[in-house]
Nanobody, 116 residues
Framework: QVQLVESGGGLVQPGGFLRLSCTAS????????MSWYRQAPGKERELVAS????????SYAGSVKGRFTISRDNAKNTVYLQMNSLKPEDTAVYYC?????????WGQGTQVTVSS
């Protein structure tokens, strides 16, 4: 079955960096666009970044543009989110997601906490 497994979250100081990974299985990863979302306590889940199936195009939320980079390795069935210059407001659970014709599939999420 379809599985998305995120990893790489943790506690980091402001100004620090983390790289999140999302490893996929159960579908032809190279055929699908992938996205990262995040949800902070008491807030709605928001789109952070997206990448097309061939990496030909990426897009970012305004709040992370210039600090975060989404990428993928189709040979490893993995999508990444490189997060630099982290701020306390980046604290959230980060999820990867893909969309099929039958609906969206989400990972279980990984916690990112930015605090001194």
């Amino acid at each position: 079955q379809v599985q998305l497994v995120e990893s790489g979250g943790g506690l980091v100081q402001p100004g620090g960096f983390l790289r999140l990974s999302c490893t996929a299985s159960g579908f032809t990863f190279s055929s699908y666009a992938m996205s990262w979302y995040r949800q902070a306590p008491g807030k709605e889940r928001e789109l952070v970044a997206s990448i097309t199936s061939t990496s030909s195009s990426t897009s970012y939320a305004g709040s992370v543009k210039g600090r975060f980079t989404i990428s993928r390795d189709n040979a490893k069935n993995t999508v990444y989110l490189q997060m630099n210059s982290l701020k306390p407001e980046d604290t959230a659970v980060y999820y990867c997601k893909t969309r099929f014709s039958v609906g969206d599939y989400w990972g279980q999420g990984t916690q990112v906490t930015v605090s001194s």
